[in-house]
């Protein structure tokens, strides 16, 4: 077995059913407000891709992408600070609201209906989720009873463990850590913006200092753009590319890819996707199709597919990862641009609430700042002082 994004199968459906319950809300009130308007049709058009962008993420235009290209020196390796000093770096917005609130408030001299009440609005903020709040807070209670707790400072100790425990599945392996034989096909899904193709960059460069040989194919063929971005990354990278033209079908893409990889003896095929298309559905159904194409063509037990999450854009996220499971079974979760956002609890809430493994974290553009994610160093990162 050598799955590097091995599924964590105890799902919860309950909390899937309420995520989409909230979605139907949501998309209800918008629909209201928008009736007037002229643009109606061409709205509800978009209405639900709309839905798992919404908003946060603008279409990056061909230019932008040519720019960002030669600019954003991802590979660029500043290997003074350390896999763990680059870690702490990252989490330092985190560090400094989140974490800080919640260490004065284990600082309180009593441990009362007030603290839990501030502790309960704490992660909240810090997008925790409110389920996983909820365990938390129980938790913590229960430790109190049983372990005669009095102390705060104590009940902290208690409070980083069972973050830690949360964090912690024990029946995965390590991502990266493993090797293999033969060919293994990464697909790699998510909206636009959420760093599918620096993820990519970023893989496809270090598998290759492993030892790899690696292929990829452009399959985001909804955008010129996003292929020649890919092709870019590829001619830097010293790594084929398979694409086609813009508007090509990504499944006979992918399907091409996977003959190449078979024929010149890859190791490891990374597959690009697209982020966006006229609706939610039309992406969906393309995506499950590259899947199936893929699963076919290679075998499925040598395809994995890594959802890309942008942890800026928080319970946003979190929709859009059920989204996901449900079209194209996600094995594991990169959360890039966790050193943009203070609410690195989304961090846990991934993990509890949806109970998909994270595999990679993001903490920055350069090649050290895709991290293999480690529960204990995250922990330790997190709550460790300067
Ligand atoms: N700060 C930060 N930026 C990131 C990270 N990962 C990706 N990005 C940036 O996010 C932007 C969009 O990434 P891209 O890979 O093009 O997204 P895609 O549309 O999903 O392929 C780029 O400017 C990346 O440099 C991260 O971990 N931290
Ligand atoms: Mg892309």
């Known amino acids: 077995m050598f799955n590097i994004f091995k599924k964590n199968k105890d799902k919860e459906e309950e909390n899937k059913e309420e995520n989409k319950e909230e979605n139907k809300k949501e998309k209800n009130e918008e629909n209201d407000n928008e009736k007037k308007d002229e643009k109606n049709a061409e709205i509800k058009a978009e209405d639900d891709n709309e839905n798992i962008n919404e908003n946060k993420v603008e279409d990056i235009d061909d230019e932008k992408v040519e720019a960002d290209v030669e600019t954003a020196d991802i590979l660029e390796d500043d290997s003074s600070k350390g896999l763990f000093g680059r870690l702490k770096a990252g989490l330092s917005k985190t560090r400094d609201s989140f974490v800080s609130k919640i260490s004065s408030i284990f600082s309180r001299t009593n441990i009362d209906d007030e603290l839990y009440e501030e502790l309960e ?66 697909m790699v899904v998510g909206v636009n913006g959420a760093g599918k193709t620096t993820t990519i960059a970023k893989l496809a460069n270090r598998y290759q200092d492993n030892g790899k040989k690696v292929l990829l194919a452009a399959g985001d063929t909804f955008r010129a753009g996003a292929i020649d971005q890919l092709k870019v990354w590829g001619s830097r990278l010293g790594v084929d590319v398979i694409a086609q033209s813009e508007g090509a079908d990504a499944a006979a893409v992918a399907y091409d890819a996977v003959q190449a990889a078979k024929s010149r003896d890859v190791d490891l095929l990374i597959i690009d996707t697209a982020g966006r298309l006229h609706t939610q559905k039309n992406l969906m159904d393309e995506l499950k199709k590259v899947r199936r194409v893929v699963g076919r063509e290679a075998g499925e037990e040598r395809v994995e597919t890594l959802l890309v999450l942008d942890a800026t854009t928080g319970q946003n996220a979190l929709n859009q990862a059920d989204l996901f499971d449900k079209s194209v079974d996600v094995d594991g979760v990169a959360l890039t641009k966790l050193d943009g956002t203070a609410r ?43």
């Open 121 to 186: 609005e704490t992660l909240i903020q810090a997008d925790v989720g409110v389920r996983t709040t909820m365990e938390l807070i129980d938790k913590m209670k229960d430790e109190v009873e049983e372990k005669e707790i009095t102390e705060p400072e104590e009940l902290y100790k208690s409070f980083q463990a069972e973050i830690k425990r949360i964090l912690i599945a024990d029946d995965e392996e390590l991502p990266l850590a493993t090797d293999w034989e033969g060919l293994k096909v990464l």
């Open 344 to 386: 690195g609890g989304i961090v846990i809430a991934v993990r509890n609430e949806l109970g998909l493994p994270i595999r990679l974290i993001g903490v920055g553009e350069a090649a050290g700042d895709l991290q293999d994610f480690n529960p204990e160093d995250f922990v330790e990162a997190l709550f460790s002082g300067e």
